[in-house]
Structure formats: C-alpha cells, structure tokens
C-alpha cells in the first residue's frame, strides 16, 4: 500500500511539473503582464526598469523556477483584474463549483445504478427500451443545449425556477454552500441537472453493458446452480464485477465532469471556477488562468489517485504493491 | 423406485433461424448412490440434459415435454423457489472450467458459506466450519488459509477441488458433472477424478458424470449411456458396454480411444462429422457416417430396444 | 475478406431490419445531402454580410404571419436562418469528419507502433496516451483556442479558426484510437500467421500493412461514428465559449451561441432551429455507430 502510494506520488509530481510548464510557458503568449498592471500611460523607460525589476527580462527557465518556487508557497500569482492573489479568487469560487459537481454526482448515483441494472436484467421491458432511447438522446444533446433547453422551459416560459447566479447561501467551516438553504437548492436544481446530462447516459448504458456480460458470465450460471436467491445472484455475484470496469471509467468521467462545469456555469452564470476561468480568459487575464489549470490539474490528479485506490480495493487481483498484478 | 428418473425428455432453443431440437426423447434413471456416466460429442446434448435437470438451461432454451422426477417430484413442474431449494443442496453440479466457475471478486470462503446459507439457517462460523470441513475432504493443504483467499491465488486444479467441495456443501444426494476434468492438464485430471470417485463412494452420492471421453467413465460409472444428435443410443453397464458395443456409434468412439489401438497402428476415426441440430438427417442420424447402414436406415428411425440390462437405437445391432 | 459482397448485401439488409438505424441512415443522408449542397439549395448566402438588411432581424418562421422569404425567420442581423442553418451543418460536419480523420491517422501509427514493437517504446506511447485523456479534450482545445485567439488577433483567428479547430480536436483525442488500434495489434500480433509471415522474412511494415491493419477496421469504423458525434459537440461546446467559429462564418454551435442572447426576448427560432438540426445530425450519428457496434460487435478496449 505504501509503495503503491509513493509510486503515485512519484506520478502525480510529474504531471503537476508538465502542467506547470505548459501553463506558465503560455504566460507570454498572453498579451503583456506590464500593460495590465500598470496601463499605457508610463514611459518606455520607468517600463523598462519595472521590467527589469519584476525579473520579466530574465531568461524562461530563471522565471519558470522562480514560479515554481512560488508556487510551493501557495504564491500563483495575482490577478490582474481582481488585484488578488489568483489562488485567493480560485479558492473563493471553489465552493460553488463542488457545489455543482456534488449535485449532479448525486443525480447520476441516484439514477445510473438503479436503472442500468434494471435494463441489464430485464432487457425487453418497455422500460428499459425508453431508457436507453433517452440515453442516446441524452448523449446526443451537448451539455450547454441542455441548458439552455431547461432555462427556456423552466425560467422563461414557465417561471418556476431561477436561471442564473447561487441563491442564498450559508456557511459551514469555512465552505460557502447553497446545499443547505430552500433558495440555494432551487438555484442548484437546473445547474445540476444539466450538468448531470452528459454523464448520467454514459453511466447507464455503461452499466447496463457490463451487466449483462457478467450476467452471462460462467460464475453466475455457477451460483445460480448453487441455490442462491437471485437478488443475491444479480447484486453480489454480477453487480460486483460490473462495478469494476465503472469505477475506472467512473473515474475519468469526474475530470470531463469539472471541464464540462465551464460550459454549465457560463450558461447559468453560476460563480463557480469554470465561469470565473472563461471570464479569465476574455479578460487576458493571464495569472488567473494559469493557476485555474494548475488548481484543475491537482483536481485530476487527487482524483485519479482515489479511484486508483479503490480500484484497488474492490479488485482482489491488483494487490496494491506498486504494481497491478 | 429410483431417485432421480427422467422419461421423454424434449428440450428445444427456439433461435432466429429456426427451433432447435436438443434433446430427444430423453429417459433415463439414477439410484441412490449410483454413477452414470452420459457420453458423447459436443453438440449430443448431453450437457442439456445436465442443465435441464436443474432447470439451468442457457437462454432460449427451455423443456418442451416430459417429466423428471425426483423423489417423486416432478422438477420441470416446480416453481422458481421450490427449484433453487434443491439447487446446490439436494442435487449439486460441478462445472467444466474452474477458471471461470468461481467468482473472481468473492473470497473461496464466501462463495462456500454462502451455499450453506442459502439453504439452512446458520451462524456465519458454523457454515465456516462446514466449509473447512469440506475443503479437508478434497484434500486441499493448508484449508483454513484458502477461505481468505481469491479464485486468482489457487491454480486450475485447486480450484476444481474447491468447485467440489462447493458442490458437496450440503451433502448433497446428486452430483451432476458436466466435463469436471476437461480443462484440466492431464495429471491432474486422474487425481480429480479418483477424488471424485472416492468422495461419491463415501458419502454414498449419486452421480452423473458428462464427459466427451470414454476414457474418463471407464472405472468411474457404473453405466452409461451414449449420446447422438440429441437423442440416447446406447446404453448399459459401463464394462459390458465399452467390452461389446451394440451400436455402431459407441463402437466407433472406442475404436478411437488411444489405448485400443495397438501400438504403431494408426487410431481408428469415425469418418465425417456429426450433424448440427439444425440438420439431422431423416431416419437414424448416424446412417450416412455408418459402415453398415443400409435403406432402411435412412428411412426409419430406430427406436431404443432394450435387452436386459442393455439398450441399443439400432437396426442393425452389433 | 473474399466474401465482401456476401458481407455487403447482409449489413444492407440488417440496416434495413432495424427501424431505428435505418431512419437514421435516412436522416443522415438527407442531412449530409443538404448540408454540403447548401452553396445550391440555401436561398441566401450566409457569408456574405451586404446580403443582410438589419431592417430584417429577428422575423419570426413561417406561420408567425411573416415574411414569405424567410422560411425559418431571420437572426437578429436579418440573416436567414434556413441558409445559415444549411451552411453551419456543412462547417459542422467538414469538422467532425476532418478532425477524426486526423486523429485516426495519429492514433493508427502510433497504437500500431505500440502494440506491434512493444516494450519500452509501448509503455512510453500509452503513458502519454493516459496524460493527454485526462486532460480532457474541451479543457485542452479551450485553453490552446484562447491563447491562438489572443496571440494573433481576432481577425486572423476568423480566417484560420477552421483549420485550428480541427487540428486541436485531432491532435487531442488520438488516444482513443492508438489504445483500440493497439489492442487488436496485440491480439493479432499472437496468431501464428503473423509469426509465420515473420519466419518467412516479411519486413515489419509490411507484416503491419497486410496483416494487422485489416483486422483493425471493423472496431475503428465503431468508435470513428462516435468521434465525428463527439468532434461535433466538442466545436459546437467550444462555440457557444466563443472560442469556435466565429459568427462571420458560424458553424451550428455559433448559431445558438448567437441566439442565446435572444432566448429571453422570446426569439426562441434562432436558438431552436440550429439546435435542433444540431441534435438530429448527434444523434443519427450516434444510433447508426450503435446499430454498427452490434452489428461488428468488437472487443473494444474499454476505460
């Protein structure tokens, strides 16, 4: 366990490096840091000194090590726009975005198991065929059409629930949720749900297929000749190893999710990163932009690792010794 | 009266391209305690008539007609639960390849207790114990570690010896073994089978033992019954069978056996294949690959004549 | 391979059994039909900003009691939205086919590299394969689309948008088909006729022409239907962002980036109509690979 863990470490360092180079190597492409900070109105000459002063003439790796430094520190920066420490203004809108993700994780639990194992096991009901008609539907219609669809319905022709921003908010150590308050939920009801969209057909018929391959499986067949009530056939014998192959899957799917949030917030202006991160990016507003990639990446690393780890402990045959066996 | 008879048994797969007629007109009996053995090539349907037993027959497949009864009831009429309450408790099988039989991501021991559980009331240890139990009558070293163990530590062998001792959980009255030594390397294959042999005569269990190898019934079973095409050609006492074969069938498949041929003659082969279910031919389906089939072999098809202890589907027997 | 007429006549007919495949192929067809012949059929030409009149905009679809011109109304420029829609399928799907045949020609040489030498070279090809997934494809064509943006103006954006758009969307999803491209190289690799053909000296390439790469069509024909749907989605996504077409020249996406604004004045056509033929031409697609992968039913390689 331990050696697989630091074997992982070892990984993640050398991702979260490549990251780091790749976003700060795109600093430069970005328009020019001086201008931002200080406008058009200084002379070339006082430019050149603060050049000079804020190290901008130094030679790229010079700067990428002393970014890197900084950014060990927690130092990624401060944004242009919002005079802040860019880690600061992405902490700040942290909560929002887990918010989201959060919700819509629930409606893909709530429903992709249920209703993937009921069309594995019944694969002729009418439901199961309007299922997965819906999911192909569901695959079908980008994330940010689905917004917009809901928005329409919802908002505009039928008013019943807001189309944009949080709602009322509460907090809880420190974390800003809208989970807890009437308005924050009514808020969070159409941000999730279309984000959820996406995923949610992926894991039903994901589910469903690896279902029904294992329902067919020898080993099935086997408890089923030993007696066993088919409630424990289907949940224990088959459902155990559908999960396998869907908690890997599962696992990338959570990256596409926090990429797909940009679509999600921008529609309902939601005040999370992924909003934040476009506003960045039309504002130039490279420092921001930078440690919003950074931040991502250590999301994606953080969660490949635990679904790693559980991968781990449902399958007996990896042995979490450093290498899958 | 036997403990387990089966009489015109019809089992069919109704595909796409047409109903497939696997068994017919199947009828056979099973005494307490007894082995037969049923022989024959893929595709004879012998282990249809294995998985029809406990109902477990693949999709499409379902029973047509006829009874099996076990004592005194007739299993094709139970309902769902009465079947499972006989399924790995009163009849029990062991599958031909033990490298996809055990479920990889359950512990040997929970795959075992939950068996017994199934069936009986019981704490978690007592079914423990019942499984240890088990395990050491297989004659698997160092039991006690193997119920924490995944089918993935154990090797082929290992793992039929623990489909075996699955199987004999709930001391069971039957054991149906559908090719139990086939995927097996072959010297592992004699001592299954001595296992086997051993633990049925202990336990005084009955036996059906499907095997596409004569070989394997010869010392095992006490009759046998041989298999064409879906229906039952032959069949008797297991030595007077496979010492003077009726049909010419059965007399094909030992003619074929490696230990009949003396040694640096070539080994004797049944010319052509057997037909697929989709296509037998009219009359007796074995007519146009047998040396003595004459006009009225493929025209009439002959009906199992029994002789004592003997039975044979032939116009012409040996 | 020799019985390929037997093989054709049987997917026809197998297409024509399965309703929903067939009115797919169906719609498909009469998608791709209109949609690259749209220099003909369209009744205006979207491009072309002197054929607008602003005295036009926003003129609602046929049955609104409107303008006879204008079947399907007009955006908020007095654009026709039939002709626009017409053009934007087109750019939408010169994309989805443009970006996945690049990708397949990435992926193809490098999964059969991987999969036929092995080894070291294996494990360093599906290494990058695994970093280059997880950052997903709409993170990555977002950030690269925003710095190209920036760093050349937006007019030179406008004149190369296209070709950026395929070549971040091809050049980001090449894992998927050098992991399947690999797996059937593996599988291949261990039948005895590729070591037969090996015994007999055929050079490696050759032995990858003639023997491998075949027996890798049927699963690359599968996943390549779900990566047009998904290249297409990925550019419409990547629109609505702003970072796809630009409106000048707008593909589906930029056509209901553009109606958004309008959505809560009740313009609701300029939004509804793209999205729809947005939707119909995903979804065909996707029901006809699905109807494709039961048909071919490959192992594909799956995470």
């Known amino acids: 366990m331990f050696a697989f863990l630091l074997r992982r470490l070892g990984q993640a360092v050398v991702v979260m490096l490549v990251i780091s180079l790749l976003s700060f190597s795109i600093q430069d492409e970005l328009g020019d840091p001086l201008r931002e900070l200080v406008g058009q109105s200084v002379s070339e000459e006082t430019r050149e000194e603060l050049r000079e002063e804020m190290g901008l003439n130094?030679?790229?790796?010079?700067?990428?090590?002393?970014?890197?430094?900084?950014?060990?520190?927690?130092?990624?920066g401060v944004s242009y726009f919002f005079k802040r420490p860019a880690l600061d203004v992405i902490l700040d809108k942290l909560p929002a975005t887990i918010d989201l993700v959060l919700a819509a994780t629930f409606w893909i639990l709530l429903f992709s198991v249920p209703v993937g194992v009921f069309a594995a096991v019944n694969p002729r009901h009418w439901f199961s065929n309007l299922a997965m008609g819906l999911s192909a539907v569901g695959i079908s219609v980008p994330v940010f059409l689905t917004a917009i669809f809901l928005i329409y319905l919802f908002s505009v022709e039928l008013g019943w629930l807001p189309s944009y921003g949080r709602g009322e908010t509460t907090e809880i150590f420190g974390w800003e949720t809208g989970l807890l308050t009437r308005d924050g939920?009514?808020?969070?009801?159409?941000?999730?749900?279309?984000?959820?969209?996406?995923?949610?057909?992926?894991?039903?018929?994901?589910?469903?297929?690896?279902?029904?391959?294992?329902?067919?499986?020898?080993?099935?067949?086997?408890?089923?000749?030993?007696?066993?009530r088919e409630g424990r056939v289907r949940m224990v014998h088959a459902f155990k190893n559908t999960l396998l192959p869907v908690i890997t899957v599962g696992g990338v799917q959570i990256g596409i999710m926090v990429a797909y949030t940009i679509l999600t917030e921008t529609v309902f202006q939601w005040p999370g990163m992924g909003f934040m991160f476009l506003e960045a990016i039309n504002r130039a507003d490279t420092p921001l932009i930078v440690a919003y990639l950074i931040v991502v990446g250590l999301i994606f690393v953080i969660v490949n690792t635990v679904v790693d780890i559980v991968y781990g402990l449902v399958n007996p045959a990896v042995k979490l010794t450093g290498k899958p066996a | 009266m036997p403990l387990l008879s089966v009489q015109n048994l019809e089992v069919v797969f109704p595909l796409p391209g047409g109903t497939v007629r696997a068994l017919r007109n199947v009828s056979f009996d099973l005494d307490r305690g007894e082995r037969i053995g049923i022989v024959g090539e893929s595709g004879a349907g012998k282990s249809a008539a294995a998985f029809a037993i406990l109902n477990l027959l693949g999709k499409p497949g379902k029973i047509q007609s006829g009874r099996i009864l076990f004592d005194g009831h007739d299993l094709a009429a139970l309902d769902y639960e009465a079947m499972r309450q006989i399924r790995g408790n009163r009849i029990s099988m062991i599958f031909q390849d033990p490298m996809v039989t055990l479920n990889p991501v359950l512990t040997i021991g929970a795959q075992m207790t939950e068996t017994l559980r199934a069936h009986r009331r019981m704490t978690r240890a007592r079914a423990r114990?019942?499984?240890?139990?088990?395990?050491?009558?297989?004659?698997?070293?160092?039991?006690?570690?193997?119920?924490?163990?995944?089918?993935?530590?154990?090797?082929?062998?290992?793992?039929?010896?623990?489909?075996?001792?699955?199987?004999?959980?709930?001391?069971?009255?039957?054991?149906i073994a559908d090719e139990p030594t086939t995927a097996l390397d072959v010297t592992i294959q004699a001592e299954i089978l001595e296992l086997l042999l051993r633990l049925c005569e202990d336990f005084a269990v009955g036996l059906i033992l499907i095997t596409h190898d004569l070989g394997v019934v010869f010392g095992v079973t006490q009759r046998i019954l041989v298999m064409y095409a879906g229906r039952i050609i032959e069949r008797g006492p297991t030595a007077e069978v496979i010492g003077a074969p009726r049909h010419p069938y059965t007399r094909g498949l030992i003619d074929a056996l490696p230990s009949a041929a003396r040694p640096g003659t070539p080994l004797k082969q049944i010319?052509?294949?057997?037909?697929?279910?989709h296509e037998i031919p009219s009359g007796c389906a074995f007519h146009d690959r047998c040396e003595f089939a004459q006009a009225r072999c493929a025209a009439e098809t002959p009906r199992l004549e029994e002789q004592g202890a003997r039975a044979a589907a032939c116009h012409f027997p040996l | 391979m020799n019985a390929a007429p037997h093989l054709h006549s049987n997917v026809l007919r197998s297409l024509l059994r399965d309703r929903t495949a067939a009115v797919s192929a169906a719609v498909l067809c009469a998608l791709l039909l209109a949609a690259l012949g749209a220099p003909l059929f369209a009744p205006f030409d979207p491009w072309d900003q002197t054929q607008f009149d602003i005295m036009d905009a926003e003129i609602p679809p046929l049955g609104g009691g409107a303008d006879a011109r204008f079947v399907l109304g007009t955006d908020g420029m007095g654009r026709d939205m039939l002709s626009a829609m017409l053009y934007g399928a087109g750019?939408?799907?010169?994309?989805?086919?443009?970006?996945?045949?690049?990708?397949?020609?990435?992926?193809?040489?490098?999964?059969?590299?991987?999969?036929?030498?092995?080894?070291?070279?294996?494990?360093?090809?599906?290494?990058?394969?695994?970093?280059?997934?997880?950052?997903?494809?709409?993170?990555?064509?977002?950030?690269?689309?925003?710095?190209?943006?920036?760093?050349?103006?937006?007019?030179?954006?406008?004149?190369?948008?296209?070709?950026?758009?395929?070549?971040?969307?091809?050049?980001?999803?090449?894992?998927?088909?050098?992991?399947?491209?690999?797996?059937?190289?593996?599988?291949?690799?261990?039948?005895?006729?590729?070591?037969?053909?090996?015994?007999?000296?055929l050079p490696p390439f050759t032995i990858l022409r003639r023997h491998i790469l075949p027996n890798t069509f049927s699963p690359l024909l599968v996943i390549s239907t779900v990566q047009v749907a998904n290249a297409i989605i990925t550019e419409a996504s990547l629109a609505f962002l702003g970072l796809g077409m630009p409106v000048t020249k707008p593909s589906l996406g930029s056509l209901i980036r553009n109606g958004f604004e309008f959505i809560f004045s009740g313009a609701w056509w300029i939004t509804a109509f793209p999205a729809l033929l947005l939707v119909a031409l995903i979804l065909s697609i996707n029901l006809l690979g699905d109807w494709l992968r039961d048909l071919l039913n490959p192992r594909l390689y799956r995470r």
């Open chain 2, 129 to 175: 114990d019942i499984a240890l139990e088990k395990l050491r009558a297989v004659q698997i070293p160092s039991a006690e570690k193997r119920l924490a163990q995944y089918p993935h530590e154990l090797s082929g062998g290992m793992r039929q010896r623990v489909v075996i001792a699955t199987a004999l959980l709930s001391d069971p009255q039957i054991i």
């Open chain 1, 185 to 228: 939920l009514r808020h969070l009801l159409l941000p999730s749900i279309s984000l959820a969209s996406v995923i949610l057909p992926l894991f039903v018929r994901m589910i469903r297929s690896e279902m029904m391959e294992a329902l067919e499986a020898e080993y099935v067949r086997f408890a089923r000749a030993k007696g066993l």
């Open chain 2, 271 to 277: 010319p052509g294949v057997m037909p697929s279910l």
């Open chain 1, 58 to 76: 130094d030679p790229f790796l010079a700067q990428y090590m002393r970014f890197l430094r900084g950014a060990l520190r927690g130092d990624l």
């Open chain 3, 91 to 201: 750019i939408s799907i010169v994309i989805g086919v443009f970006a996945t045949l690049l990708q397949a020609a990435i992926g193809v040489v490098v999964g059969l590299a991987a999969g036929y030498f092995g080894g070291r070279l294996d494990s360093f090809l599906m290494r990058i394969a695994d970093i280059q997934l997880s950052f997903t494809t709409l993170m990555v064509a977002i950030v690269i689309l925003a710095v190209f943006q920036a760093s050349v103006g937006l007019r030179f954006y406008e004149e190369y948008a296209l070709v950026a758009i395929v070549l971040v969307i091809g050049i980001a999803e090449w894992p998927q088909y050098a992991r399947t491209v690999r797996a059937c190289a593996l599988a291949e690799k261990k039948k005895e006729y590729v070591d037969a053909a090996r015994v007999i000296g």
